[in-house]
């Protein structure tokens, strides 16, 4: 860490000098603008005109890349926020597993397409625009997302339908876009303060928790495929249950959205009181799982078995909404409110 002394120019104006080293690596010269921004935490960031305008732009070169490899990195320079994506090979054409895996990628992230293409190089272009989107507004739409999944395939098992859980299956691609979307923007307001405000935030703290939010819905809509794969790999697409069972799974359900949707709601409201309230309904049926399993008759393992993977998922999909309350919690209590005064 660098000190700096703080000079007097003027009878109501203090100067401090920028690192030489920092202004050359970002080309700042006498006569610039900078951007300052303060944060309300005694934080004041300093940032080049560079950083709001330049579009930074990524080679990926496929010559020792396999198709899945070039796929990654295609999604990971997307990720890292790069404006513009050229895969190049130096040596010869692109082969059609190159080619393939671009457009395969450009399938699965929003905003991406192909603005040049020849033999040797394809060039694709983010149109993402972070003031377009805000990141609780995104984390809201990934969690209704797992919800819809989630209910979709839990009423497909309960009225055997397999067209209802493959409409669940089909919204796996949506809740993958809008995750990784948000990856981007968080990355990008990680190394841009600037842009932390354009996508809803006064600071760049609730970053790292964000990502993890993020990643918790993710998994949350992992588990409603797995229940909706249930659906269309059993015989009759339903469970070998009663009326009563298939009702209290329904209701554990209509809970688990409870709980999900509501530590959502405490993360970007800032809300410690309904973080709490996801701790006393995790509570509430923290041995459901258990009394559902121990109310079913004699069965075949293969049909116990598929029952303890429904009661799984949902079980599972509470816990990360639990992980999203306490982060939730982290966050409200970070700012002053009725609990908290921060000296």
Known sequence: METRKVQRLGPSTLAMTLPAEWAGEHDVEKGDEVTIRTSGKGTLTVMPES????????TIHVDNLDALAVERAIVAQYVLGRRVIRIQREDGALDSEHINAVYQAETQLMGLGVIEETPENISIRCSVDPEDFTLDNLLERLERTGSTMRGEAIKALAHGNPDLAQRALNRERQANKIFVLLLRLIFTAYQNPNLARAVGLNSGFPLIGYR??????????????????????TEGHTLDVDSAIMRDIRELNEIVDEITALAVEAAVERDYNKSNEVRALFH????REDEILAELPEMANEDLLRVREVLVGLQQTAQY????????????LNEESEHTTIH
């Open 284 to 287: 509430e049926i923290a041995d």
């Open 212 to 233: 993890s939010i993020a990643k918790n819905l993710e998994l949350t809509a992992d588990n409603a495929e797995d229940i909706a794969d249930i659906v269309m790999e």
């Open 321 to 332: 909404a639990m992980r999203n309350a306490e982060i939730a919690a982290n966050l409200a």
């Open 51 to 58: 950083a709001n305008t330049e579009e930074t732009e990524a």
